[in-house]
């Protein structure tokens, strides 16, 4: 499957969750917007860049680009252009992660926990999975 099937194939799995949570999702037209989808809130939009995720060779964490390539421009951060990964990991499993909560070029959320039972520091994906985000929990990124 190649990067732009992935990439879509992530877009719609998130918003087919979107809508299924009951919220009004917004589809920018064409493709030179800085993100993938918008979470209609009333009063406040949030911008969505959606990303395929893949397992690390063990499997205990998952990981995803954090950086977009511009043609020419080099790896660009997506602070100010959007304000969470929608992230899509096969076959079912989905997750919104703020982009504050992310740094470097990849991110990463653990889904299983390290073998030195580590948690300081560390980000679990669980708690990033799409239904735990309240509206409350979502309009506060805007803040």
């Excluded at 979107?18 to 009063?43: C, K, R, W």
């Excluded at 959007?82 to 909560?101: I, Q, T």
Aim: hydrophobic share 40%; with cysteine.
């Amino acid at each position: 499957m190649g990067t732009a099937t992935k990439g879509n194939a992530a877009e719609a799995r998130l918003l087919a969750e979107l809508v299924a949570l009951g919220y009004d999702v917004l589809v920018p037209f064409g493709g030179g917007q800085t993100y993938d989808l918008a979470l209609d809130l009333g009063d406040l939009v949030l911008k969505i860049q959606c990303k395929a995720a893949w397992l690390t060779a063990g499997g205990s964490c998952l990981m995803f680009n954090c950086r977009s390539t511009d043609h020419g421009r080099g790896p660009q951060r997506y602070e100010g252009p959007a304000d969470v990964f929608g992230v899509f990991l096969p076959p079912d499993s989905v997750y919104l992660v703020p982009l504050h909560r992310v740094g470097g070029f990849v991110g990463r959320r653990r889904l299983e926990p390290t073998r030195n039972n580590q948690k300081r520091g560390v980000r679990f994906a669980p708690q990033y999975e799409i239904g735990q985000w309240t509206e409350e929990k979502l309009r506060a990124l805007s803040a």
